[in-house]
């Protein structure tokens, strides 16, 4: 498995409170991902990075973050939690070569209250 | 990216293939089409990929017709571990290597 872990795996919250959720990889992978998954949503991309400090906008990137100041790392950020941001998060990491073959961590799963 | 159809879910039976097929009729000529799946609360697999022609590896078998507007993959020997959502995904990928998911097919393998 690739060495990727999520941390938090479980989260509660209330609403207004920030909350970063990190991302660790030990693989020196390139591309790193965070998306969120709900029921009848699917998996959406929310922020993803192709470097270190390079990072762009996914498809739901309203009311989050995120930051890569090293290649192993990738934290997700939301600034004041919505209860419309309770969802499972998932972090992703890719090679360059092989940038198509994204190997997924175990997923966060948090609650806004 | 192209956008993909595929049906919401389907049966197959333990021990008989099972084909899963995808729609991708505005497919471009430098776009892939990739398969992922994701069995319940982990998170997604990749599986196979192809441009044009027909792959197979070790876990499935991808399908591309001639036109590339459609893909099938094939589980040649489904089991009960195979029960879950398959994702189809098109994508040239590019600098970002990014891929778009959408709703999937849901797979039911049936004893």
């Known amino acids: 498995d690739a060495g990727i872990t999520q941390s938090p795996r479980h989260k509660v919250t209330e609403t207004g409170t920030p909350v970063t959720l990190r991302c660790h990889q030990t693989?020196?992978?390139?591309?790193m991902y965070w998306y969120r998954q709900d029921p009848g949503h699917g998996l959406r991309l929310i922020h993803y990075?192709?470097?270190?400090?390079?990072?762009d906008k996914g498809e739901v990137s309203d009311g989050y973050s995120v930051s890569r100041s090293k290649t192993e790392d990738f934290l997700l950020t939301l600034e004041s939690a919505t209860s419309s941001q309770t969802s499972v998060y998932f972090c992703?990491?890719?090679?360059?070569?092989?940038?198509?073959?994204?190997?997924f961590g175990p997923g966060t799963r948090l609650t806004v209250t | 990216d192209a956008k993909t159809t595929q049906p919401p879910s389907m049966d197959c039976a333990e021990g008989r293939a099972a084909n899963l097929p995808c729609n991708h009729s505005?497919?471009?000529?430098?776009?892939?089409v990739y398969w992922y799946r994701q069995i319940h609360s982990q998170g997604p697999q990749y599986i196979i990929h192809?441009?044009?022609n027909n792959e197979t590896n070790e876990m499935a078998s991808l399908i591309i017709t001639e036109d590339r507007k459609s893909s099938t993959l094939i589980l040649p020997h489904a089991t009960l571990r195979d029960t879950a959502v398959y994702y189809c995904?098109?994508?040239?990928?590019?600098?970002?290597?990014?891929?778009?998911f959408g709703q999937g097919t849901t797979l039911q393998v049936k004893p």
């Open positions: 992703a990491i890719a090679g360059t070569e092989k940038f198509y073959e994204q190997y």
């Open positions: 693989e020196n992978h390139r591309y």
């Open positions: 990075s192709y470097g270190v400090k390079d990072t």
């Open positions: 505005t497919i471009s000529g430098n776009e892939y």
């Open positions: 192809g441009l044009k």
């Open positions: 995904i098109v994508s040239s990928g590019g600098l970002t290597g990014k891929l778009i």
